[in-house]
């Protein structure tokens, strides 16, 4: 009497595996099966042809491959919808490049044609490639696990010996140890058919529905979305509604009616730097403390926004972006009134150090006898000045250390009654004259406190102190919260996709010509794993107990340890003698044959 384990080979031709595995060869994943048959000729047959190339998963991966190269020049290239100042710019640089780029759409390219061609088509080969395998997918729920193959010994693993418990009792034990494994079984005949390992596909159904997911909120977030910039000083607010920001863009069906009321106030700009070490200059704190309210009668609360927590109110984010600096001037003109009092922001030119440039435009002076005499100040700030005999202007430091404002003076008309749209940071000084004081421009370099009289008799402008000021972005984006689900749910789907394993396994119990019960155990997986013979070893041990060795007889001496795994190459004559093997083959069975992964 002998037990043989491993995986034997098969010496028949490989044409004959389908016939002999059965059912048990069909397929083990829900992958629509390769239909070679050509289409017939007509517009129905290539309409047919065209539909199941579309619907491939080789086609959807190159779709989804064209999609990704297609973003790269919308990152490289200025768009339009996001700084049509940078593609004038570029336009003006590269002539004949820019005509080419006009064609292909690279200064839009998320709305372009071809890339709206590739998204759509990657769309629906996602959506074809998914609803017939779900369907499939149901189908092999409700059914059962195949039926055992005639020649179990053509499976990949497989292992075998004799018991002398009953043929009923070995398959009613498999059958009970089977389903504490969570497999599967049904009893069928001679038999016990189980399967496991259905996650596998359930893993790849959600990455693909997961990547549709990821489409829809990628076009959800492209066609609704809204975003505006504002920079606000110390004791201004904003609320949100289009005039309100200095800058806004936003989605194709976006409309700016529906605008959520909300709206902040900026208290207080808290930040302090490192002073010393490597990382001098280095902000230690950046915080924004603002009160803000929510619908048109909401009530008003008070919080901070720091760079990397921003306020989620009303179904927008509104994020801490920089700060800098606002001198407060006083200018009075030639009769001696205040025509101008307030903080005007300076916009950094130095992003460490805050060295800044700003402009105070005063459109309503007039002259002592009464003239209209628009005035125009150029400035130059640092929050940190080096000292006289420093040999440079530029900021030593971003606090608030030794401030120090440069203006200089112009007189003339600004061209605000233009009805020309205006930079409010830049001068436009064609209209204008510099004033001069025995032929030198009137400038001064002034502390807090300070002021700088004008020629003429024709005003002073007074430095009177500083605030800080903060720019902000208001963020609406409808599909973010979708985009995150698809992608988490794609995670999870490709994980159970690649480290789950299908696998089906066979227990077959029949009595022989000895009075003996021969037990059979095969297992077949979807691809090659060492994990499924480690998986039927450990089935073969647990059902020892219930299918216990039998005995040896004769002079062979004890009977070998049942153990799966593979053998050593028996002798030509050693399954010819044994009559209770049921195969006609003693080598390794080929991994190619048996299920159809």
Partial sequence: MSTKTGTPRDEGPAADTGSDLGAAGSQLSTAPTEDVTLPSLGPLGWARWFWRQLTSMRVALLLLFLLSVGAIPGSLIPQTSIDPVKVDQFKSEHTTLADIYDKLGMFHVYSSVWFSAIYLLLFISLIGCIVPRSWQFVGQLRGRPPAAPRRLTRLPAYTTWRTDAAPEEVLGAAHRLLKKRRFRAHLDGTAVAAEKGYLREVGNLVFHLALIVMLVAFAVG????????????????????????????????????????????????????????????????????????????????????????????????????????????????????????????????????????????????????????????????????????????????????????????????????SGLPQNVYQLDKKRLKQYKDKGRPVAKMMLPGETMKLPNGDGSIEFTGIKSWASFKISHQPGNGLALTGAAAALVGLAGSLFIQRRRVWVRAEADADGHTVVELAGLGRSESARLPEELAELALALEPDAPLAPATGDDGPAPDPKPGPAPDAGPGTDSEDPAEPTDSDGPADPSEGARA
């Fill in 222 to 417: 492209s066609l609704w979305k809204s975003e505006g910039g504002k920079l606000i000083t110390e004791g201004d607010g904003f609320a949100n509604s289009l005039t309100q920001y200095d800058d806004f863009k936003s989605g194709a069906f976006f409309d700016t009616d529906t605008l959520e009321p909300f709206g902040f106030t900026l208290n207080k700009f808290e930040a302090t730097y490192e002073r010393s070490g490597p990382q001098k200059g280095t902000p230690r704190i950046f915080r924004a403390h603002i009160t803000y309210f929510s619908g048109a009668d909401g009530k008003e609360h008070k919080t901070a926004i720091e760079v990397n927590t921003p306020l989620d109110i009303a179904g927008s984010k509104v994020y801490l972006l920089s700060h800098g600096y606002s001198p407060e001037v006083t200018v009075k003109d030639g009769r001696g009134k205040v025509v101008y009092k307030g903080a005007v922001p300076f916009l950094p030119q130095d992003p460490k150090n805050f060295t800044s440039t700003g402009v105070v435009k005063v459109p309503g002076a007039q002259t002592e006898d009464g003239k209209r005499n628009q005035l125009g100040f150029q400035g130059f700030f640092v929050p940190t000045f080096g000292g006289k005999g420093s040999g440079s202007m530029f900021s030593q430091f971003p606090a608030l250390d030794y401030p120090v404002l440069t203006l200089t003076a112009y007189h003339g008309d600004l061209g605000v009654g």
